[in-house]
Each structure stands twice: as C-alpha cells, then as structure tokens.
C-alpha cells in the first residue's frame, strides 16, 4: 500500500511546552487512520502540522509528497479540513457558506446533495449563528468535503452530535473510503475509533505509544473477557474458581464478575450454573475493547 | 476570481445584515446633513467660498464616511473575525490572503459609494447642495482616499491584540480626527491651531482631495494630497503586509 501522509520525527514546542516529541508514521492512502489521546496529548498540533497551519520545529513531512509549509495551496486544493476550533461570519447562511467555499476550489462537490448527506436540508437558509453545536459540527463536516477531497482531515468529527448523527457521520466515512480516499481522524470515543477506523494511534504527551488495527492493539493488551451477573438470593458456594476457563471470580454484594478466556467462558460457567440450580440474572459478557487498551497505555489520571 | 467575486457578493450580503456597520456607512452622515442643516441652513457664505455649509458637507460627509469605515469598521470586522476563528477557517482553503483582503477592499469601497450616493440624495433633495466637479473624479479620490483609510485599517487590525482593542484603537484615532480634520466640522470655522494640527492628520488630506475635485479641480491642483494618502496607502500597506495575523 502506498503512504499518502509521511511524518517523520516530528516536533513542534510552544514556549515550554512540548505538544508533540519526535513522533513518526505513515497513513496509507484509502485507510481511516486515527488518532486518540488524552486531551492536550498533541493530536491537534500533529494534525495542523500536516495540514501546513502550524510550523513543526523540526522534522519532515509530506503529503502527496509534496511539502505541507512550502506547497500549502497546491495541497489545500486537494485536502479538507475539519477544525477541532473554527467559526463562519455570524449572518453567514447555510447553502451561502457551501457556496462561497466551494467557489475557492477547482474541483466542487455537490452542495446540495451535501447538505442532504449532512441533514442540513432544513437548515439551508439559517444563519449560522442560529445554528444549534451539532448542526454547526455537520456544517464544517459539509465544508470539509466540498471540494472531493482526496484525504480529509477530521479533527474531533463527532464531538456534540446525537447518536443518529454520530452513526450518519460513522457511514458518511466509511463512505468515503470506499471510493478510495484516505481519511485522518481524531476522537475521544474509543468505540468510535475501534469500529470506525483501520489503524489508530495512541498518542500521549507527544508521543505514540501504540500505532496498529483496533483488533490488534486490544489482542496485545492481552486482558480477558468478563462475565458479569447478579445472584438475588445471593450464594456462598460459587465453585466457579475451580473451572478450567476461569481464571478469578470477583463478588461485591450481589453482583458477580467472573474473569477468564475468550473461548467457552460463557458456556462453562452458565452450565455451572445450571448444574447447581443457582438464580442468576443479568447475565453479560464484556469482551476487552479500544478503552480498555487506552486506559491500561495512558493511565487513569485526568491530564490538565 | 471565481473565489473573488462569490466572497465579495457574500461580504456585501454579510455588511448589510449587520445593523452596526449600515447606520454607519449609510444613514449616519444623512442624519447629519438633517441635523446641521437645520441649524445651519445652507446659505452661501464668503467663509465657505461662497457656498453654503451643506454644499462643502457634501465632499466632508464622504470623507467622514471612508475614515469612519476605514479606522472604526475594519478594525473591529477583521479583529472579531480573527478572534472567533473564522479567518482560520479560510486561511485552510486554497484561497490566497491577497484575495481575502481584495474582496473586503471592495466591499468597503462599494459600502461607502453608496452611503455617499444617499447622503448626496438627502443633501439634493433638502438643500438641492451644488456639485461641481466631474463624477468619474470624485470617484477616483474617494477610491484614493478610500485604499489610504481602509490600508490604515488593517494595520490597525494586524497590531491590536484583540477585537476589543483594535475597536478601541480605531475610536481614539477616529473621533479626534473627526473633528480636527474638517471632515466633521469645516476648517474655516476652527481656530488656528486646530488647522496646524490637521496638517498631520491624513483624514485631512481626503477631505480636501475631495472637496476640490467636487468643486470642479483638477487632480494637478491636488498633487500634495496626492501624495500624502499614496505614502499612507504604501505605508501602511506594507506594514499590514508585515503585521497581518490569521489567528
Ligand atoms: N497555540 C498554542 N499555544 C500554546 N500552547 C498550545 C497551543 N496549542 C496547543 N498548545 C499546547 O500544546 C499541547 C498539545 O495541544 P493539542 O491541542 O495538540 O492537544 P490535543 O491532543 O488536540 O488535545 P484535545 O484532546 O484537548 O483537543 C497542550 O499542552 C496545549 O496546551
Ligand atoms: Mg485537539
């Protein structure tokens, strides 16, 4: 697979501060890359570097092969751009916005049909201030893709949507690669991240400190499946600990969670259960997810 | 172009919904002829050359107009749009900087030929006010004195750390220039030393430039206010081109 974004040792300091230290990676082109991390961990400043609006302090980086400082219009015709933090004139209208941006491109998407995609339909002729947070969010989403871009970048793409607007956008990228273009996103939803992207990068303090598929980064944490139930009439005499797919058994009150392998966990202790005529209710299991793998990497601290 | 002409429309559909910046550019300097005018009529007078104080209003007003868009409206229009991230969000597109500002240059120029149309209407209309000169002229100075303000502007814009201060930057430059520039209040009337310090004022020299070619001069008579608003405009234009922030 060809790399459409190169990023090699990357580093960029405000004053004191280092956003990003010496990070390097490669988006291959039709993927949905992701980045996730704890807030302030680097990941606008890494996105914004490759999008030519900040200076890097020091390292390269291409996209197109071409230089995101020296070819930043040649590059700007091709890309879209979702900021984490933007705003549009006040009195500015809906479909005025749309047009007025797509009139900065060569190549123009279909405004209509974007704002049919983006459930703005309705919202055409509203001035933008009037706009309620998720509806400006699928505005600047609309404006990132008006001009077909090759890769887009989505810093935050689902941060203030509802649910049916998070799973719309969830469908809108995957849309859009399937015909062949290559998204960059950013997310502080792991479920978001495990099930919408290709590769996802853990950042923390500027750095990576994982970079793989969803499946594989949560395969190496190598944490196991939950069982979890609750016994209302309660019970002393578990025995569960003694079956061979279990490997501990946590009670608090009446609830159970019994830990253990992937494979048979369910089976074996429901059948336990069965066997000794025990009242269970409640019963689920909890495979080990994206934010399990991102807790256990990044730490359970709040970061200032 | 393309990209030029669409920001241009919506700058103009944008200035106008904007209640602020209208009364400004377009019903401020009428109301003013209404108000001077009924306290000063428009008699001729040998102070004015002959003509009457609302005639020599006409070439002020227009003046007063370019100055108080150029140092009062741009400041704040480009500072709250840098402040609430709306320049950010055209700097990612491939539009050049250049045509941004071009496409706001023209606006403001198309807002204060129209707030100078209407103030000449209401000016013909109560006091049927004498204009002199050739149309394609004035035109030509309030396009002159028009870059000079707006370029002082956007220097304004570039220096100021805030919308907040770029508005109050642009009220302390303005008001004082208002008065002592003839532009609020004619020369003629204003003691000795006001006329000193007006030398030094560039509103001055738009006020004057105007006020000639409206009353039938040539541009060779005015060769000096020619100059200064030129040094201005290059002056302060490189100075933006130097200072100017996007965020
Ligand atoms: N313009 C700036 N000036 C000074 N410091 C900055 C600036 N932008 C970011 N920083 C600092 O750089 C670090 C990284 O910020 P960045 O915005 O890249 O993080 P982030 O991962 O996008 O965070 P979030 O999840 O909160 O959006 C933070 O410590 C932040 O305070
Ligand atoms: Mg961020």
């Known amino acids: ?304 | 172009m393309r990209g030029l002409i669409r920001l241009t429309i919506t700058n103009l559909k944008l200035y106008i919904r904007e209640p602020v910046s209208v009364f400004f550019t377009l019903a401020f300097a009428p109301l003013l002829v209404v108000l001077f005018g009924a306290m000063y009529g428009n008699d001729p007078s040998p102070l004015f050359g002959g003509y009457g104080s609302m005639d020599i209003s006409m070439p002020a007003y227009t003046a007063l107009i370019l100055g108080s868009v150029g140092i009062l409206g741009i400041p704040i229009q480009v500072g709250s749009l840098r402040e609430q991230g709306v320049l950010r969000r055209y700097r990612t597109t491939p539009m050049n900087p250049l045509t941004y500002i071009t496409a706001d240059v023209i606006t403001n120029l198309i807002m204060t030929l129209l707030g100078m149309i209407l103030l000449v209407l209401v000016g013909w209309l109560l006091y049927s006010v004498q204009f002199e000169g050739q149309v394609l002229k004035v035109i030509g100075a309030l396009i002159l004195g028009g870059l000079s303000m707006f370029s002082f502007g956007y220097l304004i814009a570039g220096l100021a750390p805030g919308a907040r201060a770029a508005q109050v930057i642009g009220m302390v430059i303005f008001y004082p220039m208002m008065f002592l520039s003839g532009a609020g209040i004619p020369l003629e009337i204003m003691p000795e030393t006001v006329r000193k310090i007006s030398d030094f004022l560039p509103l001055t020299y738009v006020v004057k430039l105007l006020r000639g070619l409206w009353f039938g001069g040539s541009w060779g008579e005015h060769l000096l206010e020619v100059a200064v608003l030129v040094g201005v405009l290059v002056l302060c234009g490189a100075l933006t081109a130097r200072f100017f922030r996007w965020e």
């Open chain 1, 1 to 304: 697979m060809t790399s459409i974004i190169k990023v090699q040792d990357l580093r960029k300091t405000y004053d004191d501060v280092v956003a990003v230290d010496g990070i390097s990676f490669e988006v291959a082109e039709g993927e949905i890359f992701g980045m996730v991390g704890p807030n302030g961990a680097g990941k606008t400043t890494t996105i914004e570097c490759i999008e030519g609006l900040r200076n890097a302090d020091s390292g390269q980086m291409s996209i197109f092969d071409l230089d995101p400082q020296h070819d930043r219009s040649r590059i700007a015709e091709r890309i879209g751009i979702q900021l984490q933090q933007s705003a549009l004139p006040a009195r500015i209208r809906v479909s005025e916005a749309l047009v007025l941006f797509a009139s900065f491109y060569q190549r123009q998407a279909d405004p209509q049909e974007l704002l049919k995609r983006l459930g703005l339909t309705e919202k055409r002729s509203s001035a933008y201030a009037k706009l309620s947070g998720g509806q400006k969010q699928r505005l600047f989403i609309a404006l990132a893709l008006i001009n077909s871009p090759e890769v887009v970048f989505l810093d935050e793409l689902t941060t203030g949507l509802d649910p049916q607007a998070r799973r719309a956008m969830w469908d809108l990228v995957r849309d859009i690669r399937e015909q062949g273009r290559t998204v960059f996103l950013t997310t502080h939803y792991m479920e978001e991240a495990e099930r919408l992207c290709d590769r996802v990068a853990i950042l923390d303090h500027g750095r990576i400190v994982a970079l793989d598929t969803p499946e594989a980064l949560i395969r190496s944490l190598g944490v196991e499946s939950r069982l979890v139930f609750t016994l209302p009439n309660g019970s002393d005499d578990l025995s569960l600990q003694d079956l061979p797919q279990v490997s501990r058994v946590e009670t608090s009150g009446d609830r159970v969670v019994v830990y253990g392998s992937k494979e048979g966990l369910a089976s074996a202790v429901l059948n336990a259960l069965e066997d000794a005529g025990i009242d269970f209710q409640d019963l689920r299991t909890e495979q080990p997810n994206l934010e399990d793998v991102f807790l256990a990497l990044t730490g359970r601290e709040m970061r200032e």
